[in-house]
Each structure stands twice: as structure tokens, then as C-alpha cells.
């Protein structure tokens, strides 16, 4: 989990080391050193260029582009942006997403908080037993039920409803939350609950009180971590919802690569709004990610 | 903990002073958890229940007929057009998979293990490297298709630039090419995450092991064969399950690329696309009961392989420790 803070070198080898032959440097030396770097280096433009060619595409005009598709942006043109969003309403997807992606964070961190809280400081069968089926989760194609969830939702009257995506994506988000919060949940010492407990507080009070404050950054890991496949996710939209104004913006990304094929600069500023949000949570919650991504090897 | 263990073996119905079995109480651990198993049981339990039972009737259109047993599974393996999809598909998300396998376990590893002694630039190299990952497939498939489109594409023009213009070819648009172009940017996308694990667990490696081989004399091939590759069991065990899951049900990407019918000509189809044709766009009357029948299939097929993945990986985690 702490992989962004770097290890500290071993101090000194035991003095006995030190009349042997000195080890062989590791990398074999300069040249070695200089092939890492650049290999380095090298996939690093390979993993961003395309990404870049998305953004600097964006700002050019399609006479530019047709012209010469490699050329940077020396003129930035953000009429593509303007387009983007009010013509092909990418306004309305962007607050479409941004309303189902943090309402459904939302709502699956509380209720699998409260949940890994209880399964964590419990030992009995049947705990265990719901603990492995959510867990379950974890591994089962999930997607594939999407038609009796059609029908489900359509007798709540929650299909083409922005609603009914927020418990679906909640109640998703259910085995990775209670996954990362059970075992985080499991390291803190009984003790501080026992003192509570003569103290008179009750489950709830101690829970929001004692617990919650401690698990922070594991809140935020799910938090940050579970807002990505959301924002990301296409197929359920593409199936639930029937009216454009409640596209997210994946599913408004489908219609709008038909409707807009010639225009390139609109489709690429359409790929960079879609993306910018992810971009800037990576940037600002580093840390929180890469806790997510690395979250599975603690089991 | 052990003994909170045995202490807690007692029947969980009864209440008493000091609760049995949970530090919460019983009504207070039903308070706790009721929100999320309700939630979790109506909309993904109930579902997926559902969903086999689906698999066993004959349907038409949406109104449900008779059991008709395994009658929609049979249909999978011998009407077309599912018989010779199938074993395409499938075929298609296994390359997807090997593709992936090859590309974190050589490039991905290298990087790893480059990268993790690195003070300099470390967590830039891991941020770059990261980013595509986070970005949604299907965005990157949109990216790619229009990066490789024929004329205008920009991969095309680089070829001409750099004088391999005969290479230059509509990469999307032949079945040739197609299905590789998607394996190579799936596991273009992919790589940042095993870099992440990886990294993580050659972290975790103490010091003292890999500098006690090469005071010995160990290469650093040999230190990496003998040492590093066997403490990585775990990390790559986990990376492989989860790159298995993830081509068997790869969906934005294939269909932001090849549409939902794997154009050209299929070359592109997998597992997800041809459930969702099956489902969706095939107006077969009884698309209910075929296209449960496939998605039961690949439920037992994906949960039944990463299960027994994870066993093999524990058993030989346990031999290791």
C-alpha cells in the first residue's frame, strides 16, 4: 500500500561484509544505467503520445488536421469545446455523470461502511457467509444479468431514470468497498471499542465517534477508486437509458461518434471531456489510486 | 484473536450482557449490515439468480413459456449463427488475454523492477504509466480508431513521415489486422496497473536477500531467476486472475473499434458483443432464453477459472512461505 513512499536504503551492511570482495555494481554501470533510463523514458512517451495526439488534435481545426494530421497546435481553436458541449450536449452527459457517479460513491460507501464494520468485528458463520458472497462479487461477471435487472427496474419504473443507475452502480460498488473497509477495519485493536463500551456509548455513537475517524484513508481509497469504473461504464447506461437528456457521458459518446464523423476536432475535445475529470482526480489522489489498484494483494 | 474466535462459536440468536459473536451485538450487526445486503441482494443477487433461471425456458419476445430445460444451450452449440460464433469469440478474448499476459510479463515487469529503486522521477514514470489505465476503454477505443483511420489517421501520416509509407493501411478496416491492433492496445491500456502491483511487491522484497545472492557471486539474472521471480508468485498470480476477467469480459474497447457486430466481418467479436447481439439486436423471439444461456456459460466459465486460479496461486503461495 505505502508504494509511493520510497524505502529508505538499508543502512550500512554488517561490518563483517567488509573485508570480502566489493558486489558487483548493480546495472553494470554507466552504459547500463543509460540504456534503464532511456527504456524508461522511451514507453513513457509510448503510454502518453496518444493521449497528447487526443488533446492537441482537439485544439485544431479540421482544415489543419486534413492538411497535416501531426501538426501541434500553434493557433489553440477552442470553438471545438463550445461545440462539444452545447451543440452535442456534453453539458447535460457531463452533469448527468458527474450526478450518478458521485451519488452511487456515495450512497455504496455508507452503507458498506456500516456493513464491513459489522462483518469485521464478528465471528460467527453466518457473517462469514455474507462476507463471502459479496466477495464474491469481486469475481463474477456481474454485466451479464443486465436483462432481468432491465425488467427489475422496469417494474420499479426506474428504467431511462438517473435513480435507478445510482442504486445499480451502488449496490456494484458493494464488493470492492466492503472488501478494502472490512480488512482495514480488522487491524484496529478491540480495545479502543471495549473502553468505549464502559464509558456507555453505544454501537452507533462509538462506530461514528472512534471507528470512522480511523478508517479515513480507507474511505478515501474506495471513495477515489470506486468513482473511475463509474464514470467509466458504458453498458448500463446503453441498455437503461432511452432519452438523451439522461445520457451519461459514455453513452452520449456512442450517438455522438455517428452523428459528428467528420468533424474531428469536436469527437476529440468529446474524448478529452470525457477523460479530463479522471485526469485531474489521478492527479490530486495519487496516492488514494494507487492504494485501490494494489488493494487486492493484502488477501 | 484466535480466542475471540472460540469464544464467539456460540449461537448467534441468543443475546446476553456480553455479546456472542460480534463485539456489536446482534442487533446492532443486523442495524449495520441490513443496508447493504438489501441493496446488494435486489439489484445484483437477485439478478443474477434470475438471470440462470432465464436460461432454462423458452421465451417469446418477453413473455416467459415453458421449461424447456437445456434446450437454449444446445441451441449455443448447434443452430446458426451462435455455433460458429462461439468458438470465435471465445478465441478472440483468449488472444486478448495472451496478449495481455505476454505484454505485462516482459515489458511490464521490466519496467517494474527498473523502477522501483529509482529515486528520481519515479512517481512521474508511474503516473504517465498509469494514466491510461484510468481512462475509459472506451474512450481509448474511440482514440485508437480515429489515430488509425486510413487517410487522415495520424499513425498513417507518421508512417509516411518516416518514409515506411507502404506500411501505412487501414488497420480497422481488414480483418488482418484488426483483431491485433485491438490485443495491442488492450494491453497498451492494460500495463500500467501490473506496473503498480509489481512495483508494490519488489518493494516489499527486504534487501538483504538479493545483496546476501550477489555477495555470493549471483548475476543479477540469476538473482532475479532465483530470488525477485519467486517472491513475485503472489503479484503475478493476482495480476494474471484479474487480466483474466477482465478479457473475458472486454466490452467498451471491441465495441468502440469493431461496433457491436466485430467488424470486419466478425474479426473482431468477442464474448461480450455477441451476449449483447444475442440480447439486444438479434429480434429473435426467443433472444431471452439463448442469450441467458450464454451468459450463464461465461458466469460458470469466468467465476469457475479465477476460482481455481486463486486456489492454485494460494497453494503454491503456502509452499513459498
Known amino acids: 500500500m505505502s508504494l509511493l513512499t520510497e524505502k529508505k536504503p538499508a543502512a550500512g551492511a554488517p561490518a563483517a561484509e567488509q573485508g570480502r570482495r566489493r558486489p558487483a555494481r548493480r546495472q553494470g554501470g554507466a552504459a547500463g544505467r543509460f540504456a ?3 527504456f524508461l523514458w522511451v514507453y513513457a512517451v509510448i503510454a502518453v503520445a496518444p493521449l497528447m495526439v487526443m488533446v492537441f488534435s482537439s485544439l485544431r481545426t479540421t482544415r489543419e488536421m486534413a492538411r497535416n494530421p501531426l501538426a501541434l497546435p500553434l493557433n489553440p481553436n ?20 458527474l450526478l450518478v457517479t458521485i451519488g452511487s460513491v456515495l450512497l455504496s460507501t455508507v ?13 460467527s458463520r453466518v457473517t462469514a457467509i455474507i462476507e463471502a458472497v459479496f466477495l464474491s462479487g469481486l469475481m463474477l461477471p456481474v454485466y451479464l444479468a443486465i436483462l432481468p435487472v432491465f425488467y427489475l427496474l422496469d417494474g420499479m419504473g426506474l428504467v431511462d431514470n438517473k435513480f435507478g443507475l445510482i442504486m445499480l452502480y451502488a449496490a456494484l460498488g458493494i464488493p470492492f468497498s466492503v472488501f478494502v473497509l472490512t480488512s482495514f477495519f480488522r487491524q484496529l485493536p478491540l480495545e479502543l471499542e471495549e473502553a468505549a463500551r464502559i464509558d456507555g456509548a453505544g454501537s452507533f ?3 461514528w465517534h472512534i471507528m470512522l475517524p480511523l478508517v479515513k484513508p480507507a474511505i478515501a481509497t474506495v471513495v477515489v477508486f470506486r468513482f473511475v469504473p463509474i464514470w467509466n461504464d458504458f453498458f448500463y447506461p446503453l441498455i437503461l437509458m432511452r432519452s438523451k437528456e439522461n445520457y451519461t457521458l459514455p453513452v452520449g459518446l456512442t450517438t455522438f461518434f455517428g452523428e459528428y464523423q467528420t468533424d474531428w476536432p469536436t469527437l476529440f475535445a468529446g474524448l478529452v471531456i470525457a477523460t479530463i475529470p479522471l485526469v485531474v482526480l489521478f492527479l490530486v489522489a495519487t496516492k488514494q489510486i494507487v492504494a485501490g489498484l494494489t488493494a487486492g494483494m493484502s488477501k | 484473536m484466535v480466542q475471540a474466535d472460540q469464544l464467539s462459536r456460540t449461537k448467534p440468536r441468543k443475546r446476553s450482557p456480553r455479546p456472542s459473536g460480534t463485539v456489536l451485538g446482534w442487533p446492532a450487526t443486523v442495524v449495520f449490515l441490513a443496508p447493504a445486503v438489501i441493496i446488494f441482494s435486489v439489484f445484483v443477487l437477485y439478478p443474477m439468480i434470475t438471470a440462470f433461471s432465464y436460461a432454462f425456458f423458452d421465451w417469446q419476445g418477453t413473455a416467459r413459456g415453458a421449461f424447456s430445460g437445456v434446450e437454449n444451450f444446445f441451441t449455443l452449440f448447434t443452430a446458426e449463427p451462435f455455433k460458429s460464433e462461439l468458438p470465435r469469440a471465445l478465441m478472440h478474448n483468449l488472444l486478448l488475454f495472451a496478449g495481455a499476459m505476454v505484454f505485462q510479463n516482459t515489458v511490464g515487469l521490466a519496467i517494474a523492477s527498473f523502477l522501483y529503486k529509482r529515486r528520481r522521477f519515479k512517481k512521474l514514470f508511474q503516473t504517465l504509466y498509469t494514466l491510461p489505465y484510468l481512462v475509459s476503454p472506451l474512450v481509448i477505443g474511440y482514440l485508437w480508431t480515429l489515430l488509425l483511420s486510413p487517410l487522415f489517421g495520424p499513425v498513417n501520416a507518421l508512417l509516411r513521415a518516416i518514409g515506411l509509407g507502404e506500411l501505412a493501411q487501414p488497420w480497422l478496416g481488414q480483418p488482418s489486422t484488426a483483431l491485433w491492433v485491438i490485443v495491442l492496445v488492450t494491453a497498451w491500456q492494460w500495463l500500467g496497473f501490473p506496473i503498480l502491483l509489481y512495483g508494490a ?3 516489499g522484497i527486504p534487501e538483504e536477500l538479493t545483496e546476501a545472492a550477489s555477495l555470493d557471486g549471483a548475476t543479477a539474472w540469476q538473482r532475479f531467476r532465483t530470488i525477485t521471480l519467486p517472491l513475485l508468485t503472489s503479484a503475478i498470480g493476482t495480476v494474471s486472475i484479474l487480466t483474466f476477467i477482465g478479457s473475458m469480459e472486454a466490452l467498451a474497447l471491441p465495441y468502440a473499434m469493431g461496433g457491436s457486430t466485430g467488424s470486419p466481418a466478425g474479426a473482431t467479436d468477442v464474448l461480450s458483443l455477441m451476449f ?46
Do not use: C, D, P
Open chain 2, 276 to 321: 449483447y447481439r444475442t440480447a439486444f439486436e438479434s429480434g429473435a423471439s426467443n433472444a431471452i432464453g439463448v442469450s441467458s444461456a450464454l451468459a450463464t456459460l461465461l458466469f460458470i466459465f469466468i467465476f469457475g477459472v479465477a476460482l481455481a486460479f486463486t486456489s492454485i496461486i494460494r497453494r503454491r503461495e503456502r509452499k513459498l512461505s
Open chain 2, 201 to 203: 511487491a519488489l518493494g
Open chain 1, 111 to 123: 452503507v458498506s461502511l456500516l456493513a464491513a464494520y459489522a462483518l469485521a468485528r464478528s465471528k
Open chain 1, 36 to 38: 534503464v533510463s532511456s
Open chain 1, 78 to 97: 477552442f470553438a471545438s469545446y463550445t461545440k462539444a458541449w452545447v451543440q452535442a450536449s456534453f453539458g447535460t452527459f457531463f452533469t448527468n455523470s
Open chain 1, 205 to 207: 455513537t462509538m462506530f
